[in-house]
């Protein structure tokens, strides 16, 4: 095979990566019983001098709801990156593919990365251009340790899918490590948090939705639990300084404690998570659990519980108050009439 041949045969497996398609080339070699011999003891052949037969591209699609899963992350704000020991070409297409790369945002300059090139930067190289890369190619399960703890410095929520042995460092390494169970080894399922069963991209999106949906409901029970318990603290304290006298007992608060906060944890858990909730940006590691916004709906529903029972404890002070006499003077009324 001249250059010419091999220049064009060497298109021909860059255009089928490009397509996304796996090549593998056939080729043979004839060789003598005595070689053949020697290759059966050592294991091991000429690997030159080999006469090309063909290529083969072997089609890898992407599964169905893939390419839905990556572009509801996407606008839940989750940026998703792939690292994959395929050349540069396979792992474009494939990521075009799945929507992880917009046609035309391959050609971005630090877009698509090798995991040699990715390597062998300092780490202030690695630092201001991991926030770019959307693919790496050629990488190893080094590169990918490097990627995680690159984004974790950078003040990012890491989530980490896997299913090798060599993936057990960056799923540990990760916020979340989530495994594949059926591909998944042993090691990368005890490394993990989370173990997707059916091995689809598509669980990713799931598992997204119900975290934010007990995030949110965690965040609901909270405003809740400030409203009822310090309407009930404020009146409390308010009415033993001024009245002296307090107008919840102590069962009345234990039956708050025990029926309603149990009523209404119940109502929350059961709470199922809407479409809303992935087009909400993602909270931020060090983003506190009650918000500002939390704080500023708690006044006035607090105000609202406070006047209802305050107007309660005063109309039941007065209605005691009427019935004092009234029972005194029955009491009377007989030492009056001798």
Same mark, same amino acid.
């Given at each position: 095979?001249?250059?010419?041949?091999?220049?064009?045969?060497?298109?021909?497996?860059?255009?089928?990566?490009?397509?996304?398609?796996?090549?593998?080339?056939?080729?043979?070699?004839?060789?003598?019983?005595?070689?053949?011999?020697?290759?059966?003891?050592?294991?091991?052949?000429?690997?030159?001098?080999?006469?090309?037969?063909?290529?083969?591209?072997?089609?890898?699609?992407?599964?169905?709801?893939?390419?839905?899963?990556?572009?509801?992350?996407?606008?839940?704000?989750?940026?998703?990156?792939?690292?994959?020991?395929?050349?540069?070409?396979?792992?474009?297409?494939?990521?075009?593919?799945?929507?992880?790369?917009?046609?035309?945002?391959?050609?971005?300059?630090?877009?698509?990365?090798?995991?040699?090139?990715?390597?062998?930067?300092?780490?202030?190289?690695?630092?201001?251009?991991?926030?770019?890369?959307?693919?790496?190619?050629?990488?190893?399960?080094?590169?990918?340790?490097?990627?995680?703890?690159?984004?974790?410095?950078?003040?990012?929520?890491?989530?980490?899918?896997?299913?090798?042995?060599?993936?057990?460092?960056?799923?540990?390494?990760?916020?979340?490590?989530?495994?594949?169970?059926?591909?998944?080894?042993?090691?990368?399922?005890?490394?993990?948090?989370?173990?997707?069963?059916?091995?689809?991209?598509?669980?990713?999106?799931?598992? %997204?939705?119900?975290?934010?949906?007990?995030?949110?409901?965690?965040?609901?029970?909270?405003?809740?639990?400030?409203?009822?318990?310090?309407?009930?603290?404020?009146?409390?304290?308010?009415?033993?300084?001024?009245?002296?006298?307090?107008?919840?007992?102590?069962?009345?608060?234990?039956?708050?404690?025990?029926?309603?906060?149990?009523?209404?944890?119940?109502?929350?858990?059961?709470?199922?998570?809407?479409?809303?909730?992935?087009?909400?940006?993602?909270?931020?590691?060090?983003?506190?659990?009650?918000?500002?916004?939390?704080?500023?709906?708690?006044?006035?529903?607090?105000?609202?519980?406070?006047?209802?029972?305050?107007?309660?404890?005063?109309?039941?002070?007065?209605?005691?108050?009427?019935?004092?006499?009234?029972?005194? %003077?029955?009491?009377?009324?007989?030492?009056?009439?001798?």
């Amino acid at each position: 095979m001249d250059d010419r041949e091999r220049n064009t045969f060497e298109q021909i497996i860059q255009d089928m990566a490009a397509s996304s398609l796996r090549c593998i080339a056939f080729a043979h070699q004839q060789i003598s019983e005595d070689q053949y011999e020697d290759g059966k003891e050592d294991k091991t052949l000429r690997e030159d001098c080999l006469t090309l037969l063909g290529l083969v591209g072997i089609k890898d699609p992407c599964r169905p709801g893939v390419k839905k899963a990556v572009d509801d992350c996407q606008r839940a704000g989750v940026n998703i990156k792939m690292i994959t020991g395929d050349n540069v070409f396979t792992a474009r297409a494939i990521a075009i593919e799945c929507g992880i790369l917009k046609p035309g945002a391959e050609n971005i300059i630090g877009a698509v990365v090798e995991g040699e090139e990715f390597r062998n930067y300092s780490h202030e190289q690695r630092m201001e251009k991991v926030d770019k890369i959307c693919v790496m190619a050629r990488s190893s399960p080094l590169d990918k340790l490097l990627m995680v703890k690159c984004l974790k410095q950078k003040g990012h929520v890491v989530a980490v899918t896997g299913d090798g042995t060599n993936d057990a460092p960056a799923l540990k390494e990760a916020d979340i490590g989530l495994s594949m169970g059926i591909q998944g080894t042993e090691v990368a399922k005890e490394s993990s948090d989370i173990v997707i069963l059916d091995d689809n991209f598509a669980s990713v999106a799931t598992v %997204l939705r119900w975290g934010r949906c007990v995030y949110n409901n965690i965040q609901k029970f909270i405003q809740f639990q400030l409203t009822v318990n310090v309407a009930a603290l404020v009146i409390n304290f308010v009415a033993a300084v001024s009245a002296g006298e307090v107008p919840l007992t102590a069962v009345q608060l234990l039956w708050v404690n025990l029926i309603m906060d149990t009523l209404g944890a119940l109502a929350l858990a059961t709470e199922q998570p809407t479409q809303k909730l992935m087009e909400k940006s993602p909270v931020g590691r060090t983003e506190p659990l009650i918000t500002n916004i939390i704080l500023q709906s708690v006044p006035l529903p607090l105000l609202v519980d406070m006047d209802n029972l305050l107007v309660e404890s005063k109309f039941r002070h007065c209605h005691m108050s009427l019935q004092i006499p009234c029972s005194r %003077l029955q009491k009377l009324s007989p030492l009056e009439c001798r």
